[in-house]
Nanobody, 135 residues
Framework: QLQLVESGGGLVQLGGSLRLSCAQIGFSAFTLDSYSIAWFRQAPGKEREPVSCISSGGATTNYKDSAKGRFTISRDNAKNTVYLQMNSLKPDDTGVYYC?????????????????????????WGQGTLVTVSS
């Protein structure tokens, strides 16, 4: 079964940057390049929401409106790792960030799923990494 671990969170000031990583750990029948990945954020007292997503080969990406122009999702399949570069951070970006995987060897995302990054059939979640943006 696929296992994921996030890292890279921390405390940063308004306008700062962080790069989150989502890495495959342990043994799985498939490596991360067979999975689409979504990053989610759960802010204090709020429901978890998708922030960004990327197809298995990296050809398709999308972002929550508030993240567009500031966040960049990418992946290095040779390292079985997906990244979320977050720039110009705001206090509203504060929360626990999770990555999750959808088995999807197709090079692109389903257009409907891609529009919101609500990927169906997510089968693996990391433990989360906390991002705190101070003003």
């Amino acid at each position: 079964q696929l296992q994921l671990v996030e890292s890279g969170g921390g405390l940063v000031q308004l306008g700062g940057s962080l790069r989150l990583s989502c890495a495959q750990i342990g043994f799985s029948a498939f490596t991360l390049d067979s999975y689409s990945i979504a990053w989610f954020r759960q802010a204090p007292g709020k429901e978890r929401e998708p922030v960004s997503c990327i197809s298995s080969g990296g050809a398709t990406t999308n972002y929550k409106d508030s993240a567009k122009g500031r966040f960049t999702i990418s992946r290095d399949n040779a390292k079985n790792t997906v990244y979320l570069q977050m720039n110009s951070l705001k206090p509203d970006d504060t929360g626990v960030y999770y990555c999750a995987a959808q088995f999807n060897p197709s090079p692109t995302l389903d257009p409907l799923e891609a529009s919101t990054c609500n990927l169906r059939g997510l089968e693996a979640w990391g433990q989360g990494t906390l991002v705190t943006v101070s003003s």
